[in-house]
């Protein structure tokens, strides 16, 4: 790569940074909604849930994503 080409890639580098940014914020905004409105869960398990979700940001909202959007799902129904 030659110097003349440096600050257009680092620009690039960037805007990628920023629409990835944008992007795992509007999944953790989906995720806190989903969460407030989710009927699966008691009150206690969505306090808990808000708390991971908020606290852990991105991480927070995967693990809800996978593991806590279904609420008391059993085996049998």
Known sequence: MNESNLPGFLAGLGIVG?????????????????CVANNRLDGTQK???LLVIFFLHI?????????????NKTLAG
């Not at 920023?18 to 989903?34: G, K, N, Q, V, Y």
């Not at 991480?59 to 609420?71: D, M, N, T």
């Open 47 to 49: 306090i808990i849930w």
């Open 18 to 34: 920023l629409i990835i940014a944008l992007l795992t914020s509007l999944f953790w905004l989906w995720m806190l909604i989903d």
């Open 59 to 71: 991480v927070g909202a995967i693990v809800y994503f996978f593991a806590g959007r279904g609420g």
